[in-house]
Nanobody, 123 residues
Framework: QVQLVESGGGLVQAGGSLRLSCAAS????????MGWFRQAPGKEREFVGA????????YYGDSVKGRFTISRDNAKSTVYLQMNSLKPEDTAVYYC????????????????WGQGTQVTVSS
């Protein structure tokens, strides 16, 4: 079992930055791929990016490439999503998730999910 808790969401103006955190716990989370997804009202859940705990390889969805960066802190068992140059269309609930697969871009192959944190970008 893996437990995930997100934090760091909030309201920011367009062009600004936010950093989300995802604290992980559980016996085997270090073998997982940790992903970030987002879901805006009326839209499907969208893949943002992911990082492999072992080795730290990252990959991103096309809509955030060059603006968002995922990193991890092994000592703190925490994954971060640094979001720069935010746009109003980035407004969504952001979720952290864990998958035993790699690579993992589809929400259906993620077994564990956090509760989500709201990010709102004003124009």
């Amino acid at each position: 079992q893996v437990q995930l808790v997100e934090s760091g969401g909030g309201l920011v103006q367009a062009g600004g930055s936010l950093r989300l955190s995802c604290a992980a716990s559980g016996r085997t989370f270090s073998t997982y791929t940790m992903g970030w997804f987002r879901q805006a009202p009326g839209k499907e859940r969208e893949f943002v990016g992911a990082v492999k705990w072992i080795g730290g390889a990252t990959y991103y969805g096309d809509s955030v490439k060059g603006r968002f960066t995922i990193s991890r802190d092994n000592a703190k068992s925490t994954v971060y999503l640094q979001m720069n140059s935010l746009k109003p269309e980035d407004t969504a609930v952001y979720y952290c998730a864990a998958s035993p697969s790699y690579p993992a871009t589809r929400a259906t192959i993620y077994n564990f999910w956090g509760q989500g944190t709201q990010v709102t970008v004003s124009s």
